[in-house]
């Protein structure tokens, strides 16, 4: 990421160390996808990425709003009496992996946001209020907004506008219930990388707010050329208002070339959507044909990206070899080319799953395209050459019937020189609108400067851990548990005082004195800029975290460890369970940053906690999945080591039998003798499944220990030598 620029390293700083709401703009070229690109490598927080249809989202490595948040086609009328003629709640079948996912969700991306209507991004709040928190908009989820609103807009029929504007002034996703309810920044990339000519950006400018002048409309209608020709050794590309269009010109050139066709067959494997294919599924090509590249060169070469145009030179069984020409000439001005030989090339669709060990957030493939990365390129539509970049161009705009089209089409030129109009652009296409005129003077109202940022990272702080020691969602959540508990176990007094005591010593040793630690957290923030540097902060919550640890494992440890009493009521049963899960998800997620954090309060291990936790595990061992092709959405930032942990391969346990009942049981007392000693759950020091792997495998060496799954090499080294030790004393 270009450190010199100061819009994209505010973009940067919010996203990564603020809770903010973001919306990132900027003119066509300015590089908002290169900024996201960085961003998944860099960021910890569980992220996603989502847009609206499925280009954009194969487009931009993420899903589509509606697959991902599992939404019915139609609307979303705030108040939810009807979505596309039903009740809005029947349209939610969400998986459980999906709602691991939702529930410790840091930072929700959309992309392409000029796209999604207000009604859309108010049915994901809805969803991210369900799990997360209730009262706050998107739960709580951190947004980032990605898109020029001056390009695509959203699409309300006449019909559907009718139903909507009872509810929002405009469309767009700025007139959102839940987004005008939140204090967002607004950040705008003005750093052109597209274009390096001033007096062509400028005219570009010009078309994109709207403010054309006479002698702008000159200036570019200047370049029409109706009898123009392309030399024959050169590359240009039409961009057209419409697929009829750019479909009967690239027939029509194609079929002009007396080289024979030759047939390409893409391979589609598991849920690819049609609408989604980034090239024909039948790719017809002949020699002599000009293509365009439809994604990057994976290898180290980098010979071609998505946009590049050429020539086809040969065809064989399984490749074809194109010809480029470089946009920069050799020293006497002679052109130079490039001999490129492609063969096919797989695109992925995903989903996102989670691991439900440690809480990261995967990529999985669920789909498959395979196909010579090329397209016909004597034409394509405006709309699909979003995001791409033209040395040459012929440009048919005149009869642009979208707000925003003709800045696309003008945008994907490198240069005036470069850009020829085959129809005069008459004023009348040239359109503002003043709903987006009036939230660009709000946007520009709402930049982030230095100072706002350090004050919003400081407060991020703040906020996290005020959140840590509050206790008054698990004190409200173990009173109402306890209420079920009263009606529905008359026959089980004994439990219900032990719930009684717990919820009494919540309020007294954690609830009351989480309020009063957290107005010391609030006093002592302002003392520095930045946690690191703030000592008295450090020490007060390094302390607060073991203090913590141990009042909430003796207060909720046993409690959480016993098993329920039968309810024969089928409905109360199944609301009683439901609480405890959650009422354990919030007890677990609290030990988990409490340990996690006990040495040093961090950004990253308070993620790791908070994600580790919300992961509901099965109670059965779960089989290897595909897990190789999955890829991981967040790495560590530059704080964190760069080594990679040693990864060991796990053994593979039979859990239905426990081979050693005396060994088995050794080792449960062990584990209790364990936790005791540090004043925690004995499942923290051990889960009954590695205590089980441990009795059945019989491990010898410490290697053998890490093996088994649910020993980390952490485990091993506190505690191997104990555990060895056991095993060796059971003879079989």
């Known amino acids: 990421m270009n450190s010199e620029n100061r819009e994209l390293q505010m973009a940067r700083n919010y996203a990564l160390y603020t809770r903010r709401n973001i919306f990132l703009t900027g003119k066509a070229g300015t590089g908002k996808t290169t900024f996201l690109r960085h961003l998944r490598q860099e960021s910890r927080k569980r992220m996603i990425v989502v847009a609206p249809t499925g280009v954009a989202a194969i487009n931009a490595g993420g899903v589509t709003i509606h697959s991902f948040f599992q939404l019915a086609p139609g609307l979303f009328l705030p108040g939810g009496k009807m979505v596309a003629g039903r009740d809005q709640h029947s349209r939610f079948t969400i998986s459980k992996q999906k709602v691991n996912i939702l529930r410790s969700l840091d930072l929700l991306v959309i992309d392409e946001i000029s796209m999604v209507r207000a009604d859309l991004l108010d049915a994901i709040d809805d969803v991210l209020r369900r799990y997360q928190k209730r009262d706050q908009p998107f739960g709580g989820v951190q947004l980032l907004l990605i898109g020029d609103l001056q390009q695509l807009a959203p699409v309300a029929t006449d019909e559907e506008w009718a139903l909507l504007r009872d509810f929002y002034s405009t469309p767009y996703f700025f007139s959102s219930t839940a987004l005008q309810q939140t204090d967002f920044v607004c950040i705008e990339l003005r750093t052109v990388y597209r274009q390096q000519d001033e007096h062509f950006v400028g005219l570009l400018n010009a078309v994109r707010t709207g403010n054309v002048t006479a002698e702008t409309l000159k200036v570019l209608n200047s370049r029409y050329r109706p009898d123009f020709t392309p ?52 790719l017809t090509l002949k020699v002599g044909a000009q293509v365009m590249f439809c994604k990057n060169d994976p290898s180290p070469a980098k010979m071609f990206f998505n946009g590049r145009i050429g020539r086809v030179e040969k065809i064989e069984e399984n490749s074809v070899t194109v010809v480029c020409r470089r946009s920069n000439a050799a020293a006497d001005n002679t052109p130079v080319y490039d001999r490129i030989e492609v063969k096919p090339l797989e695109w992925t669709n995903s989903r996102y799953v989670t691991d439900a060990a440690t809480g990261v957030i995967h990529e999985e493939t669920i789909g498959q395209f395979t196909q010579i990365p090329l397209r016909m390129a004597w034409a394509i539509t405006i709309h699909k050459s979003q995001g791409l970049t033209f040395d040459r161009a012929v440009i048919n705009a005149g009869y642009a019937f979208s707000h925003g089209q003709v800045y696309v089409a003008l945008s994907r030129c490198r240069t005036l020189e470069g850009l020829i109009l085959s129809t005069p652009i008459p004023p009348s296409v040239i359109t503002t609108d003043p709903d987006i005129v009036q939230f660009n003077e709000f946007a520009r109202d709402h930049e982030p400067t230095l100072a706002s ?20 969602d698990i004190s409200m959540r173990l009173r109402f548990f306890l209420r079920l508990a009263s009606e529905y176990m008359p026959y089980f007094p004994a439990y219900i005082r032990g719930v009684q005591e717990a919820s009494t010593r919540l309020d007294a040793a954690l609830t009351a004195v989480g309020i009063k630690f957290q107005a010391q957290i609030r006093k002592l923030t302002p003392l520095a800029d930045s946690y690191s540097a703030n000592q008295p902060l450090r020490d007060r919550v390094k302390a607060a975290m073991t203090y913590f640890c141990k009042q909430t494992a003796s207060v909720l440890g046993e409690l959480m460890d016993t098993e329920l009493p039968e309810v024969d009521n089928a409905r109360g049963r199944e609301q009683i369970n439901k609480e405890f899960q959650l ?51 967040r790495t560590s930032t530059a704080e964190q080591p760069t080594a990679k942990k040693r990864r060991t391969e796990k053994a593979t346990i039979d859990y239905e039998t426990i081979h050693d009942q005396a060994l088995y049981r050794h080792i449960l007392a062990w584990r209790k003798t364990a936790a005791a000693e540090k004043h ?36 091993a080294q506190e505690y191997g030598s104990e555990l060895l030790s056991l095993v060796a004393s059971h003879h079989t």
């Open 231 to 282: 030399p024959a050794d050169e590359d240009w590309i039409t961009l057209t208002t419409h697929n009829a269009q750019a479909a009967q010109l690239n027939t029509r050139r194609l079929a002009a070339l007396s080289t024979p066709p030759v047939t390409f067959k893409a391979s589609v494997k598991g849920d690819f959507p049609e609408l989604a294919y980034p090239t024909e599924a039948v």
């Open 453 to 472: 940022f350090i004050a919003d990272r400081r407060s991020f702080i703040e906020d996290i851990l005020c959140d840590i020691f509050d206790f008054r």
């Open 583 to 633: 009422l354990k998800t919030a007890y677990e997620e609290k030990m988990n940053i409490f340990i996690g954090c006990m040495e040093e309060f961090s950004l990253d291990a308070y993620w790791d906690a908070k994600a580790k936790a919300a992961m509901t595990e099965d109670t059965e061992p779960k089989k290897k999945t595909t897990a190789s092709r999955r890829k991981a959405t």
């Open 680 to 715: 925690l759950p004995a499942s923290y020091v051990m889960s009954i499944r590695a205590v089980i792997g441990i009795t059945n495998l019989r491990p010898q060496t410490l290697d053998e220990l890490t093996t088994i799954p649910g020993i980390g090499e952490k485990t």
